[in-house]
């Protein structure tokens, strides 16, 4: 069964239970909520809102494009979607990966070989020529800003893949239960939703909150000046992202 509130395992009743549980944590408040909220107002301040002049047209939509993935991600989140949300995490990334080495390549050329992908066959093959290994790529422009930062964002990538973004064993083991009764059956459980405060919709939220505060630093790392209000600002996003990591290991341990 998809969710077994009422037996009813729909593309509808997946609505409905997803809708009660966004709609629930909305009314409620949360802490992860705060934080999607202060990731944001981070992300429209610096990276892609109205007050943000773009240094590049091409590179700017990609920003803005990043930061709708990411919200797209926190909406999945919050309706219970655990899994669903790394998909999403991983392009969200990736995305800002790519714009993050066209905001280095000081030929401007990666922008034009980008943009020109799907323009012929030829393109096509310029195009994963330049981007080979981008994340990889991205991960020494960030480890060379600050020591360490791109190793960890590269493995936040790589648990992406391992906990949804790719069809690997994690994907579906994590959320199937088999359990053997006392009457000598066999029940086989499979989570689509879990419910708001269950530890598998708290730890989704986790995922998306943290890989949201990678991205919020490699999207800045597009602009050429990084300022202090923003450093500062990352700072507290990342004191939230712990405090966020304690409660979840206090509740659920």
Known sequence: MMFSSNGDDSFRAYLN?????LDEILAAGSPFLTMMDSLDSYMRKHVSGPAVAPDELVIHSMLINARFLLMTAFRVGLTGHAAGVHPILRTALETGCYA???????TQSLTEIWISRNNSPEALKACKNAFQSPI??????VNARGQGLGDWMYTL???AIDFGAHPNAKTVTL??????????FTQFENVGLYAVGNHGYEWGLLACVEMGLAM??????????ALEAA???LQALNN???ALEDLIHQKHA
């Open 216 to 225: 919020a630093i490699v999207l800045s790392m597009t602009h050429p000046v």
């Open 240 to 242: 939230q992202k712990n």
């Open 17 to 21: 239970a997803g809708t009660e549980n």
């Open 231 to 233: 450093t500062q600002e």
């Open 136 to 141: 990889k790529a991205a991960q020494k422009i």
């Open 157 to 159: 990538y790589e648990s």
């Open 175 to 184: 959320h199937t239960r088999i359990i053997d009764d006392a009457e000598g």
């Open 100 to 106: 993050l080495l066209m905001a280095e390549d000081e």
